[in-house]
């Protein structure tokens, strides 16, 4: 730690300078009295909470069960899912009413100014049958559009959308249904993965990158496609194909008081806000199987094709356990993602690996800046507490280098890890102004890891009882 401390008062300030991260840094800063940049950058969340308002619908409600669905965990209630929304829609909007009982259902497409709302008692359970989930819809896979299976409840170009009540959603994917697409021995999705990815670098229309059936590329539990004013609140979800929550390229989306209980699952992340605008993650419990919150903006050539940034996301109060990474952001980065904000959170398992991520490579490419983390408490970590790769996948080289910097944390306590920081930018293009302030680290058992980086500032930071 003493060597790394001599690197960083040897080149903070003049990294702080040469990349511009402090704003009006001056003189003044060799003397501590330096212009603030993350107050400036925090005086925005105000404005963004604003903005962010959830949706409201008519006082109409419509039980599944008057058209059809019985709540025995056996009826199919796919049709009585689907008419019912159908009504609610036809009417003008209202809630779509899932009382106590579990019903057993196929894809769930919700439709304009329709809440679908689960009573606490009630359990949607979606099929195992891949068929169920046909015909194949647009949708993203790892950042790549493409025609696939449908997420389980899924909507596109919907305004007012809404996902509500005590209830749970149960995608019943095991070690024997979905999980295995993912790992040997065939049939895996590896295949398929190689082949959408081809297809986004040659440019083939999204219409005709067309899986589904005799594929084996995992739909999502819950995906909004292009929708606008968006509410997730008070369910629990569990046990996704993949990724549990995507918005997909959506305004104005809140994701409210949601457990996810996904921990065993392969790709098994929390909520994943990509290229979206105007995102609330508060007060969520995460335990899961990948990353708790990972924030994505589009992959590789398609990304570039696509070219949507995620923007002004806030993630306030939540608690993370089980999970790769706490608060993430990327690997598919390659739209954007600017104007990050993540405060009173609560992280702590002994298999979260880390607890504040940023991961891309060269392939990715793209920008993350003005990424904002305090009051961030972290029990206990299976890797480093704070990491920035970009060399993620072990890929060093590329022609996109990904623009990273301007991340800012401060007040963060960590209990014990393996290390504090693990850096690694690239020689041609190194992370460029990250501050780390007010902030202990407990019981770190390793040296860390910094590397490329450029104007790194830690100031009031403690480590196994040091100041660095």
């Not at 190689?194 to 995906?223: C, D, T, W, Y």
Request: with cysteine.
């Amino acid at each position: 730690m003493d060597q790394l401390r001599r690197r960083l008062l040897a080149g903070a300030v003049g990294g702080l300078l040469a990349a511009g991260v402090a704003g009006r840094a001056d003189a003044a800063l060799a003397t501590g009295a330096v212009t603030d940049p993350a107050a400036a950058a925090w005086s925005r969340v105000p404005r963004i909470r604003r903005r962010i308002r959830p949706p409201r619908f008519p006082r109409r409600t419509f039980p599944i069960t008057d058209h059809g669905a019985a709540g025995d965990g056996d009826t199919m209630c796919t049709q009585a899912f689907r008419d019912a929304i159908a009504a609610c829609s036809a009417a003008g909007g209202g809630r779509v009413l899932v009382p106590g009982g579990t019903y057993l259902t196929g894809a769930i497409h919700l439709a304009d100014d329709v809440e679908l709302h689960l009573e606490a008692g009630a359990t949607i359970r979606f099929s195992r049958d891949p068929a169920d989930y046909l015909p194949v819809v647009y949708t993203r896979y790892e950042g790549i559009e493409l025609m696939n299976y449908s997420p389980f409840i899924y909507a596109h170009g919907r305004t007012n959308v809404a996902i509500t009540g005590d209830g749970v959603i149960d995608g019943q994917a095991d070690a024997e249904h979905w999980w295995d697409w993912s790992s040997d021995p065939p049939p895996t999705e590896g295949p398929d993965k190689k082949l959408l990815a081809s297809m986004a670098e040659e440019g083939v229309p999204v219409a005709e990158r067309v899986f589904g059936e005799g594929h084996h590329l995992r739909p999502n539990l819950i995906q909004l496609y292009r929708c606008r004013n968006v509410l997730i609140e008070g369910v629990t979800v569990k046990d996704s194909p993949m990724w549990n929550i995507h918005p997909v390229l959506c305004t104005n989306v809140t994701v409210r008081g949601v457990t996810v209980d996904s921990p065993h699952g392969p790709n098994n992340d929390g909520c994943d806000p990509e290229s979206c605008v105007d995102v609330l993650i508060e007060r969520c419990e995460f335990n899961t199987g990948d990353d708790c919150v990972a924030i994505k903006a589009g992959k590789n050539a398609d990304g570039r094709r696509v070219n949507a940034p995620s923007t002004n996301v806030l993630v306030d109060s939540c608690v993370m356990r089980d999970g790769n990474g706490g608060v993430t952001i990327g690997s598919e980065t390659t739209g954007g993602v600017s104007w990050v904000f993540a405060w009173n959170c609560t992280m702590s398992s002994a298999r979260l690996e880390r607890a504040v991520r940023v991961k891309t490579n060269p392939e990715r490419g793209g920008y993350v800046r003005d990424v904002y983390f305090r009051d961030i408490t972290v029990g206990q970590a299976a890797d480093a507490v704070i990491e920035v790769a970009l060399n993620y996948e072990n890929k060093h080289t590329g022609p996109y280098f990904p623009d990273v910097g301007r991340i800012d944390i401060r007040r963060l306590r960590a209990g014990r890890a393996p290390r504090a920081f693990s850096l690694i930018g690239n020689p041609g293009n190194p992370i460029r102004g990250m501050r780390v302030t007010n902030s202990v680290f407990e019981e770190m058992a390793e040296d860390d890891v910094v590397t490329d980086v450029r104007g790194l500032v830690l100031r009031n930071v403690w480590v196994n009882g040091r100041r660095v």
